[in-house]
């Protein structure tokens, strides 16, 4: 028995074999010795208890060894159930998080496009007015050489076209600005699409896990290689995209108002470059209009002198002409007198009175012919002076009809936009903007960033 119990529970399983080919010898007569008999029954008892207490002992630490297994299979199930909807909630929140942040960069970048558009629009109109301020200085260097001056209208050309060549490389400059912005952006929004696309794969997988039964029979069990990625950096590196998109999505909205700002501030200098052209246009025609009707107002006058001196002209020559026959006469009788004899040739009183009317008369015709010399002289300045003012005159109508023309050329008048930022509703807008986080929750019907990090 002691052999026995030291094979128990805990001893020495391996039973001695029942030794067969070695028993004690025979009687003569063929009979064993009842010693011999009994010895061997009582060892088979011996070994048949002893291999049952064996069995009972192993199936007790079989029966314990299942139960343990069976536990620690639920406990280990148990958690890895937990575990995996623990993961799946964190991967659900960071989905949401990640399609949250992906809607508000799709919106970005629509909205960035608008301003892109909006700035070529904008770059557009610039080229146009640049083209119709080259026009408009173009055709008024065709004015007569006379009214070509270096006024107010030609320095305020030059100052528009300074304004709208600094305008349209400012509005150039934003544009690749833009297009570096909606680059990043575009990269930003791929990137998170993927990460999206990575965290639903992996939640598909892990709903999977959990609807997974434990099947029956036999598994071989291999190696696993499992991941290096700690669940920290997993989860940090959808926080850090969804900051940077954050941030690229602050600096695009900051974007978006610098550039508001530089197209109001633009359209009021062109608005205000506008307005001054035009006025200085308009007080230009005036200015012109004023000097041609003093320039008309002298022609007339000048016509009226012209008039007086040719009606001067007409009685100078009627004078001279009333004084030439008594003159002619008078010389006719002195010569005539002149042909006496010698005895008879006498400075007498006829010869004294034809000398001073002869003189008299010719002093008189010589002063008329003198007078009528000056009036042909003022005559001839008038009707230069005529000339002149018929040719300024007509300067004057051509270069006015040219401003005329010159402000009908001018394109439309451009609108002021308003201060408030919602008057570039296509460009910024302020409802969804403003401190727009993907770590805060939006409001309950919009769309977006539902769960926080």
């Not at 978006?256 to 608005?271: N, P, S, V």
Request: net charge neutral.
């Amino acid at each position: 028995m002691t052999a026995v119990a030291t094979m128990g529970r805990g001893g020495n399983t391996n039973l001695p074999p029942i030794e067969v080919g070695h028993r004690p010898p025979r009687t003569p007569t063929g009979h064993r010795p009842p010693a011999d008999w009994y010895s061997e029954s009582r060892k088979h008892i011996l070994l048949a208890t002893g291999t049952r207490t064996l069995s009972d002992t192993m199936r007790y630490q079989s029966s314990t060894e299942m139960t343990k297994s069976v536990v620690r299979c639920d406990r280990g199930e148990n958690k890895v159930d937990t575990a995996l909807k623990a993961k799946i909630q964190t991967t659900k929140d960071h989905k949401e998080l990640l399609e949250g942040a992906i809607h508000m960069t799709e919106k970005e970048i629509a909205k960035m496009e608008s301003t892109k558009e909006r700035l070529e629009e904008e770059a557009n109109a610039c080229c146009r007015h640049l083209q119709q301020n080259e026009e408009r200085r173009l055709h008024r260097t065709t004015r007569p050489s006379r009214e070509m001056v270096h006024d107010y209208p030609y320095k305020l050309f030059e100052a528009q076209a300074v304004f709208l060549h600094n305008a349209f490389s400012k509005l150039e400059e934003n544009c690749k600005m833009v297009n570096d912005i909606l680059t990043k952006l575009n990269n930003t929004k791929q990137l998170l699409e993927e990460d999206s696309s990575d965290k639903g794969s992996s939640l598909e997988l892990d709903m999977k896990c959990i609807g997974l039964a434990p099947a029956d029979g036999e598994h071989p069990v291999t190696a696993l290689q499992f991941s290096k990625l700690q669940p920290f950096n997993w989860s940090s590196a959808t926080k850090n995209a969804v900051l940077e998109a954050q941030l690229l999505q602050a600096e695009s909205a900051q974007l978006r108002r610098t550039i508001a700002r530089m197209i109001q501030t633009l359209k009021k200098g062109e608005k205000q470059q506008h307005d001054l052209v035009q006025m200085a246009l308009d007080r230009n025609i005036a200015s012109i209009s004023r000097l041609r009707d003093d320039l008309h107002l002298q022609l007339q006058h000048v016509d009226e002198e012209i008039n007086q001196a040719m009606k001067t002209k007409a009685e100078l020559e009627n004078a001279i002409a009333e004084k030439m026959p008594p003159l002619n006469l008078t010389k006719q009788r002195y010569l005539t007198r002149t042909q006496r004899a010698n005895r008879e040739l006498v400075n007498d009183e006829v010869e004294h009175a034809l000398k001073m009317q002869y003189d008299s008369l010719n002093r008189i015709v010589t002063e008329l012919q003198r007078k009528l010399d000056q009036v042909n002289a003022t005559l001839a300045s008038l009707f230069a002076h005529k000339n002149e003012l018929e040719e300024n005159v007509a300067d004057k109508e051509r270069n006015y009809e040219m401003d005329k023309s010159c402000i009908a050329m001018a394109p439309s008048r451009p609108g002021t936009p308003d201060c408030q930022p919602d008057a570039f509703l296509a460009v910024f807008d302020p409802n969804t903007e403003p401190h727009a986080s993907p770590f805060r929750k939006p409001a309950p019907n919009a769309p977006g960033l539902t769960k926080t990090l």
